[in-house]
């Protein structure tokens, strides 16, 4: 009895640990006429690519996989 006790404590605490981590907010897809358009990755790095106008930062993770994280 005292070591079910013990292992729901632990899941409560894992579960509780979880919930309260920071979410990292990542930026939505604009809802423009300019990003209607577009419905695969290689049109974002039109845009976003190295050397382009509005080229993502050097930090920023993978470039192939934009709907991944971005959402309309």
Same mark, same amino acid.
């Given at each position: 009895?005292?070591?079910?006790?013990?292992? =729901?404590?632990?899941?409560?605490?894992?579960?509780?640990?979880?919930?309260?981590?920071?979410?990292?907010?990542?930026?939505?897809?604009?809802?423009?006429?300019?990003? =209607?358009?577009?419905? =695969?990755?290689?049109?974002?790095?039109?845009?976003?690519?190295?050397?382009?106008?509005?080229?993502?930062?050097?930090?920023?993770?993978?470039?192939? =996989?934009?709907?991944?994280?971005?959402?309309?």
């Amino acid at each position: 009895m005292k070591n079910t006790i013990i292992f =729901a404590l632990l899941v409560l605490g894992v579960i509780a640990f979880l919930f309260l981590l920071p979410r990292k907010e990542v930026p939505l897809i604009p809802h423009d006429q300019r990003h =209607a358009e577009v419905t =695969a990755e290689e049109g974002c790095l039109e845009c976003h690519g190295k050397g382009r106008p509005e080229q993502l930062k050097e930090g920023h993770p993978p470039k192939f =996989a934009c709907f991944k994280c971005h959402r309309r």
